[in-house]
């Protein structure tokens, strides 16, 4: 840092300071006035996230709780945590959450020439065959399942 | 290239979003504490709700009508938005985001694209991502894109909500259509004067000289004549995310006479404005602080009031614009009035800092230190540490009978799938 003149009366010079240019010099966290640096700090690495790697398309990811057990073949228990990524097509064989008959559904998707059968995964419930043209919603398609153990 | 892209009654979306049952229902959402109806659905249009209309005035209206009503559920709405803007801006980098449900985007280097191939992508993207149907205007300036989303809008039935001004005669014919009333930034002073000109329509307007344009206008209308003219003069304003002021105001559950409560609403009301504050890093200068009555009872004694106060120095301490506020609200309180409605509004505002220190007067050191342990605590474990003033026991006590849960930000709340 240098000093420039501003300004001069007879008894006082006045000096303001030049501060320059701002120059970003990067520091280390670790302090190092004695001993060693710690030798892990050239392969900081970040921690692992579920979130990062559960959640491929952030915008379009949303969460559902499973109710009932149509699906447990799948995996799907009740109460599970489902992560469903809106932006996937719908697939044959995909397991997607519909909207039906006004309520939310958690199926296999089985999808044919002119129709789409909802199919659960447990002997107790039966497929729900959609004709083409009826109101379904393929709501989003599931890419996890979440579970307590 | 330009374009405005605008979600077709957000909140009512938002809403259809995880209930979908609610698709081709006419449905409605009300404003905070159930106030007035501020998004309705097109069934809810054409059935004849006005906007703003107050809800006790329309409750039976909804009834006979199968209307279904929602209250305002402000963090669903905000994570949804959200979600519509970060979609946006994989399209382009250069995004201006509006407001909640709008926002401006800008191509530049796009040359080759067909707008109107690109713009079903995008309205494509968004609406299978996350349910939010928008409708799209294009055009070589903002203002023209303004236009051009009004058209997509209007006839949705031929754009399907996207329209894209390319030609100079679809610019002309757009102007033409499009009313001068209905016009971005034409305020109503202007009008007035647009109108002695016989000005009805933009196109109208674009054939006026620009010498009495700028005169009568000032800059801003020429650059708003040049912009539906077709030369880009409007910018895209980058600077839209942090605010130019801050409110809270609210209308009450019940009507308050006493002061002591009015004090308590405002310094919380304060208090929140200076959350925000610090949340964008600001620090304000004015505070403005309003009181009103019931406007809707006609036989009660009518008193609204306001007062301005600027301040010593730049602040963001709840402490010390709660006891500022206070202040204000003391000077215009009258006795013998139902308030119904008050608000806190900070303006002035100015990047924390760079704020200009007074030599005489200042904020004490440790409130900085104090909001930052409140702001900690109160994100860790809720809205617990409060300032003295405020209610312990209550928070909005907003009145919110048809409130959705929070499906995107509380895992309490998130859809069930049987």
Known sequence: MSSRKVGETNVLTFFTPDKGKNINIPISNNTVSAGFPSPAEDFKEKRISLDTSLIHNKEATFFARVSGRSMIGAGLDDGDLLVIDRSLEAENGKIAVCFFDGEFTVKRLQIEKDSITLMPENKKYKPIKVPKGSDLLIWGIVTYVIKAV | ?418
């Open chain 2, 1 to 418: 290239m330009f374009a405005l892209v605008d979600c077709n009654n957000f909140y009512a979306s938002c809403e259809r979003a995880f209930q979908p049952q609610y698709n081709n229902v006419p449905i409605a959402v009300l404003s905070n504490n159930d106030g007035c109806f501020i998004s309705r659905s097109d069934e809810a249009k054409k059935l004849g709700l006005p906007m703003a209309a107050p809800a006790f005035k329309y409750r039976r209206f909804c009834e006979d009508n199968g209307i279904k009503v929602f209250s305002s559920n402000y963090p669903l709405y905000g994570d949804m938005s959200k979600r519509v803007m970060n979609i946006l801006s994989t399209f382009t980098p250069d995004v201006e985001v509006y407001s909640i449900d709008e926002a401006f985007l800008k191509f530049e280097g796009f040359d080759d694209y067909d707008f109107d191939v690109y713009g079903r992508e995008i309205q494509h993207k968004v609406q299978k991502s996350t349910g939010i149907p928008i409708s799209i205007g294009m055009a070589p300036t903002k203002a023209l894109g303004k236009v051009a989303n009004k058209i997509a809008k209007k006839f949705r039935s031929r754009t399907n909500g996207v329209f894209v001004i390319n030609t100079n005669e679809e610019r002309v014919k757009a102007l033409k259509w499009t009313k001068i009333e209905t016009v971005w930034g034409v305020g109503h002073g202007n009008l007035k004067r647009l109108k002695s000109k016989n000005v009805k329509t933009a196109y109208d307007f674009t054939q006026l000289s620009d010498d009495w344009v700028k005169k009568q206008m000032a800059i801003i209308g020429l650059r708003l004549k040049k912009d539906l003219e077709g030369i880009p003069t409007l910018e895209l304003d980058d600077d839209t995310r942090d605010r130019k002021a801050i409110a809270t105001t609210r209308s009450f559950e019940y009507t308050y006479s006493d002061i002591e409560n009015i004090k308590e609403r405002i310094s919380t009301f304060a208090g929140s404005c200076a959350e925000k504050l610090r949340s964008q890093n600001s620090s304000c200068n004015h505070i403005v602080v309003f009181l009103r009555s019931n406007k809707h009872k006609k036989d009660e004694p009518q008193h609204r009031n306001s007062a301005i106060i600027t301040l010593p120095y730049a602040t963001d301490s709840s402490l010390t614009i709660s006891s500022y506020a206070i202040e204000a609200v003391r000077s215009i309180y009258k006795q013998g009035i139902k308030y119904k409605k008050a608000g806190v509004v900070v303006s002035g505002l100015v990047p924390t800092n760079e704020r200009q220190l007074d030599l005489f007067l200042s904020e004490d050191p440790k409130h900085h230190e104090i909001m930052k342990v409140m702001d900690s605590v109160n994100d860790k474990y809720g809205h617990k540490v409060k300032i003295a003033n405020q209610d312990l026991e209550r928070t909005w006590k907003m009145r919110q009978e048809h409130l959705s849960p929070k499906y995107t930000t509380n895992i309490n709340d998130i859809i069930r799938v049987k």
